[in-house]
């Protein structure tokens, strides 16, 4: 659901949900929603042990996940710690 609202707002956010990943799923979506926070868009997927992330260099933000409790995390300019902003 996520891939397919962002993709219908923005063409070049990737709509193919079959072969994308979950996570990348979520990070498009939060791009497309939260440009002041996620700038530029379609920054490259990072992994790092147990969390696949992007670093956007425009806002000085990551946002990710962590295969380890499924949480999403952010640590922006104002916030200095990793935060989890989404559990499921």
């Known amino acids: 659901m996520f891939c397919n609202t962002a993709?219908?707002?923005?063409?070049s956010v990737?709509?193919?949900t079959t072969t994308m990943p979950n996570t990348?799923?979520?990070l498009n979506?939060?791009?497309t929603f939260y440009p002041s926070l996620f700038s530029p868009a379609l920054q490259e997927v990072?992994?790092?042990?147990l969390y696949t992330y992007r670093y956007y260099p425009n806002t000085n933000s990551y946002v990710g996940a962590s295969?380890?409790?499924n949480h999403v995390y952010y640590q922006g300019p104002?916030?200095?710690v990793v935060r989890a902003i989404f559990t499921r």
């Open 67 to 69: 295969s380890a409790d």
């Open 46 to 49: 990072q992994f790092s042990d």
């Open 29 to 31: 979506w939060a791009q």
């Open 14 to 16: 990737k709509s193919n």
């Open 7 to 11: 993709a219908a707002i923005d063409s």
């Open 24 to 26: 990348e799923c979520l």
């Open 78 to 80: 104002t916030v200095r």
